[in-house]
């Protein structure tokens, strides 16, 4: 058995039949006793120039270890299938298990994208948690202050108000004692 690196471009049309394909693919290594050491679904990605008028086309990646006669129904399988756009099968001496560098590239864009949506997250969260907390205090903090002045004025109000009344006779004197009847 022979180890193949496998490419293959599918029209964006028809990329939802991918997994259907991969499958198909698979079983065909599979039944004639063939291994599928590495398999990715890179997606939907920008040609570097047009085929067919197409400007995007599904990559998919494929190493396997396989006879020449199922690396030739593969083949054949991609000439005879509107599907597929172009392919590209190299002959590798030894399996290649490792992810490839475009693979390790998506990871760490996803973990990169995931990484800021957790940072843009917690800070959004801190900042309702600030609102949520700071609110109350301002307010109970004005509330305080705004009865503080009110208290402030009446004492002052009060205090104005006692100077300004001047005892009388009648509150200096005592009151006079009814006789008992």
Not at 40 to 46: A, D
Not at 49 to 68: F, G, Q, R, W
Request: aromatic fraction near 4%; proline fraction near 7%.
């Amino acid at each position: 058995m022979q180890h193949y690196e496998i490419v293959f471009l599918v029209h964006p049309d028809q990329s939802p039949k991918v997994p259907k394909m991969i499958q198909q693919y698979k079983s065909t290594i599979k039944s004639s006793n063939g291994k599928v050491h590495r398999l990715e679904n890179w997606g939907l990605r920008q040609l570097a120039y047009p085929i067919d008028k197409v400007s995007k086309a599904h990559y998919v990646l494929m190493n396997i270890e396989c006879t020449s006669e199922v690396r030739k129904e593969i083949t054949d399988s991609f000439q005879f299938s509107n599907e597929v756009l172009r392919n590209l099968i190299l002959r590798r001496e030894q399996p290649i298990l490792d992810p490839s560098p475009v693979q390790q590239a998506m990871e760490e864009a996803e973990a990169h994208k995931k990484a800021t949506e957790l940072k843009q997250s917690k800070e959004q969260d801190l900042a309702a948690d600030d609102q949520s907390t700071a609110t109350p205090t301002a307010k109970s903090e004005q509330k305080t202050t705004e009865q503080e002045n009110v208290k402030d004025n009446v004492d002052t109000e009060v205090a104005t108000a006692t100077e300004n009344i001047k005892p009388t006779a009648s509150d200096t004197q005592k009151p006079k004692e009814t006789p008992p009847t």
